[in-house]
């Protein structure tokens, strides 16, 4: 059974860092490319970064320059640090494998930035 359990998230100023992070298990996480996804309530859920098995990551244009996606293919982890947090970075942040046709999901911790 695939499972992502997510640590982090809560309120933060503008300006702020957090760090997310995702535990996988199920897979052999090493061969799978891991992503992180975000949604605000009535919004279609955006992909804000991927890292995939050789560590080639992607970033939404928003996010380009505050996040940092990594993985630990030891710990089975993948995190996501973010940097200079603005309002609109205000979601709820869910890691996401895609494993044999089927598209896991982790609870989705809410990252609230306000002052």
């Known amino acids: 059974q695939v499972r992502l359990v997510e640590s982090g998230g809560g309120l933060v100023q503008p300006g702020g860092s957090l760090r997310l992070s995702c535990t996988a298990s199920?897979?052999?996480?090493?061969?799978?490319?891991m992503n992180w996804y975000r949604q605000t309530t009535g919004k279609q859920r955006e992909l804000v970064a991927n890292?995939?098995?050789?560590?080639?990551?992607t970033y939404a244009d928003s996010v380009k320059g505050r996040f940092a996606i990594s993985r630990d293919n030891i710990r089975n982890t993948v995190s996501l640090q973010m940097s200079n947090l603005k309002p609109e970075d205000t979601a709820a942040y869910y890691c996401?494998?895609?494993?044999?046709?089927?598209?896991?999901w982790g609870r989705g911790p809410q990252v609230t930035v306000s002052s």
């Open positions: 996401h494998v895609r494993f044999r046709g089927s598209r896991y």
């Open positions: 890292i995939t098995s050789g560590h080639s990551t």
């Open positions: 199920g897979i052999n996480f090493r061969l799978y490319t």
